[in-house]
């Protein structure tokens, strides 16, 4: 090779050299603008909510506000909450979260219509990269947390409470027990509660197992549990939420059942309140959902920026396909009349004027309540 290629060979071979150390500059540079967008997003995220249904009257106006507020807080305004509502129909809700996949949020709250539909759907996720966070339903398949309300004292307070109410009538008639949907993990445990509390101290005339916890199907049941019964012979009714405790006062007044026997309820729905004001309804379990959904945003918030759930969860509970969840479980209060401004007046739940409209007024003056 002659001086001239020589140098000319030498060129290219620092030119060349020259070009790989600037791309590796540049790549150094990306990497460095990568991790900055990334530390930049920490409270850039998007958090998907999926709420199993719209007949509660709690998730619209609670769960859903509530989780948004503590997001934005938690995120400094930037964090942005993506939501949809399955409708009680566990095909809607799969096909929810494949959107929620294809719009690449960085974590998910799934308040599973179905907790074993769900599976294959929260497998997914976590294929994709997605955390899931199961919200008040326990799901199956690898979700990285869980919050709700202790379920099985849920229905112990409620049996608690129907015993307290029937006192010395406790047999000498048939309770009637009203279940929730077999398709939610928390109705088994409510179930199981409740029957802990009241086998062997009451007589279990009818059972069901309420399909989609609808209000008309407890009215129907209600109503087949009377013809077989005898009107005059239900002394009490155990009824896992308000929604259908609302469907077995219709039944039991359709029927000319006075005075109505203790029903249970749970959720604090406005309408049960009102019932329980009005002497209709004896209790409900008033659930305070600012910490429920409080602590699910901050599980969510933790996994979206890749952060450990140390400091976050209190305990562990364990799913049919999952062992040692991480998990916060929220205390429950019973409510009956004697508690109303104690719990959901003082909360800010309800104000005594939403509480308190006309046809009620008279019973809320009697209780105190103004």
């Not at 809700?93 to 719009?103: A, E, G, K, L, P």
């Not at 009714?237 to 077995?248: E, L």
């Not at 002497?279 to 959904?293: D, L, N, R």
């Not at 209190?314 to 998990?327: H, Q, R, Y």
Request: a neutral charge; proline letters at 4%.
């Amino acid at each position: 090779m002659n001086t001239r290629m020589r140098r000319a060979a030498v060129a290219v071979a620092a030119g060349a050299m020259a070009v790989s150390l600037a791309a590796c500059g540049s790549a150094k540079e990306a990497g460095d603008q990568t991790k900055e967008t990334g530390a930049a997003k920490g409270d850039a995220i998007k958090v998907g909510l999926l709420l199993p249904e719209n007949q509660t009257a709690r998730y619209e106006k609670f769960d859903k506000p509530l989780i948004e507020k503590k997001v934005a807080e938690l995120t400094g305004g930037k964090g942005e909450v993506v939501y949809a509502n399955a409708k009680q129909d566990a095909t809607t809700q799969n096909s929810q979260v494949d959107t929620m996949i294809t719009n690449k949020v960085d974590v998910l709250i799934i308040d599973a219509v179905d907790s074993k539909a769900i599976a294959g759907s929260v497998k997914k996720a976590k294929e994709a990269g997605i955390p899931v966070v199961a919200y008040d339903r326990l799901a199956e398949g690898p979700i990285e947390a869980y919050t709700s309300f202790d379920n099985e004292e849920v229905g112990k307070v409620q049996g608690k409470a129907l015993l307290e109410a029937l006192g010395d009538k406790a047999k000498d008639g048939q309770i009637v027990m009203m279940n929730g949907s077999v398709t939610d993990p928390n109705a088994k445990l409510f179930k199981s509660g409740a029957h802990s509390v009241l086998d062997g101290k009451v007589n279990v005339g009818k059972e069901y197992d309420t399909v989609e916890w609808k209000p008309e199907n407890a009215n129907t049941n209600m109503a087949a549990a009377l013809s077989a019964l005898g009107k005059d012979k239900v002394v009490g009714v155990y009824s896992a939420n308000d929604g259908m405790a609302g469907g077995i006062i219709t039944a039991l007044k359709a029927a000319g059942v006075s005075p109505l026997p203790p029903v249970t309820g749970q959720d604090a729905e406005l309408a049960g309140v009102q019932r329980i004001v009005a002497g209709e309804q004896f209790m409900s379990v008033y659930k305070p959902y600012a910490p429920e959904a409080e602590a699910a945003a901050k599980m969510a918030v933790a996994l979206a920026k890749g952060e450990k759930l140390e400091g976050v969860t209190t305990s562990t509970v364990d799913s049919p396909t999952n062992k040692g969840v991480p998990s916060v479980l929220i205390p429950v209060v019973s409510l009956t009349k004697g508690n109303i401004n104690d719990t959901v007046v003082k909360d800010g739940v309800y104000t005594v004027a939403e509480i308190c409209t006309d046809k009620y007024a008279a019973a809320c003056a009697a209780l105190g309540l103004k």
